[in-house]
Nanobody, 117 residues
């Protein structure tokens, strides 16, 4: 059974940082494209970042987070990360990790990120 478990969210002031984690199990993590997506209240699901398997190594970011967020993976721990820096109020959302297509419905419970002063 595929399982994804996000953690690391919280309340942070604008300009602050958070590091999200996604623990994966039930599939060959190292072989899969992995994504972070987010959904703010009243808004549609938004793609945040994608990382290819290590043998490809490329990473992609949505324009709103480019230069502030870094996606990474630890295949030895089956864990995906999202380092979020210089956070803005508009980054407030529930954050999820997905595998394969970023719109995949297979997601964990999410982790809430709230950026507020």
């Amino acid at each position: 059974e595929v399982q994804l478990m996000e953690s690391g969210g919280g309340l942070v002031q604008p300009g602050g940082s958070l590091n999200l984690s996604c623990a994966a199990s039930g599939f060959a993590f190292s072989d899969r494209v992995m994504n972070w997506v987010r959904q703010a209240p009243g808004k549609t699901l938004e793609w945040v970042a994608t990382i290819n398997p290590a043998n490809v190594g490329s990473r992609f970011y949505a324009n709103p987070v480019q230069g502030r967020f870094v996606i990474s993976r630890d295949d030895s721990e089956n864990t995906l990360y999202l380092q979020m820096n210089r956070l803005k109020t508009e980054d407030t959302a529930m954050y999820y990790c997905t595998k394969g297509a970023w719109r995949s419905r297979v997601r964990g419970q999410g982790t809430q990120v709230t950026v507020s002063s």
